[in-house]
């Protein structure tokens, strides 16, 4: 159902007062991991968010956007503003859907496994292109989670490594719901243990430029323990529905 004009009013000045405040909260993180706003990436999620309401974000200074599900993405990647806005998938990915969006996103963000790997790359060759990636980590161990285990990672990246038509641009997690920020603390300064670490390794086909964690409640905390990419829905866009 569409919004009335004065609703998209009433989104499009929440989002300008939400956009505002990340901004501010992410130079004051920044700073005060001894890095400056320029080092963070402010990626917003967008499931489930009107284009008009993306776009409207991306006339803000928005210059990221990364979609969870592939037939949102495709039912609306006609309407985003790419001309000013990167797409990138964020979300679980399924071998029999790479095809569908292998042309149309800079980086996937989600490879946990030599399987997809192997897809993403041949889909990838097939349109005469390297697509970018990064791994995604199951830091917290959750069975209901995607992503490679800590003690895996090293030899997923071995193998994946040597795979033409991918480069691994870094990791990704999301760690468990935490009630204390130390809990938290912890999953992200492990988190970037694990890319500092792979980061000296310096192997073939992997360089370690993006850690992408932290979401829309702690974010800043992400920052604080490294994390130059953060993933931020409805901190920007208010509560959605999922139904």
């Not at 008009?52 to 990364?66: D, E, K, T, W, Y």
Request: glycine content about 8%; overall charge negative; hydrophobic content about 40%.
């Amino acid at each position: 159902m569409e919004r009335s004009s004065d609703d998209m009013k009433e989104k499009f000045l929440l989002v300008e007062e939400n956009y505002k405040a990340i901004e501010e909260s992410i130079s004051k993180a920044a700073l005060e991991s001894g890095r400056g706003r320029e080092d963070i990436t402010f990626l917003a999620a967008t499931k489930t968010v009107e284009p008009a309401v993306i776009n409207h974000a991306i006339s803000l200074g928005l210059r990221f956007i990364g979609e969870n599900r592939v037939q949102e993405l495709l039912s609306k990647y006609e309407s985003y503003d790419l001309d000013r806005a990167d797409l990138q998938f964020i979300g679980h990915l399924q071998t029999n859907k790479v095809k569908q969006i292998i042309d149309k996103v800079s980086l996937i963000q989600s490879v946990d496994s030599e399987r997809l790997a192997l897809e993403v790359a041949r889909q990838a060759k097939l349109r005469g292109k390297t697509m970018d990636i990064l791994v995604e980590v199951n830091i917290g161990r959750e069975e209901n989670k995607s992503g490679v285990m800590p003690e895996g990672l090293d030899e997923l990246l071995g193998r994946i490594g040597e795979i033409d038509g991918i480069f691994v641009r870094g990791l990704m997690a999301i760690p468990p719901i935490c009630e204390k920020k130390s809990e938290i603390f912890k999953y992200f300064e492990n988190m970037h243990k694990l890319f500092i670490d792979i980061s000296g390794k310096k192997s073939d086909n992997v360089s370690m430029d993006i850690l992408s964690m932290g979401m829309s409640d702690d974010y800043c905390e992400a920052i604080l323990c490294g994390a130059n990419m953060v993933r931020i829905g409805s901190g920007l866009f208010g509560k959605r529905s999922y139904t």
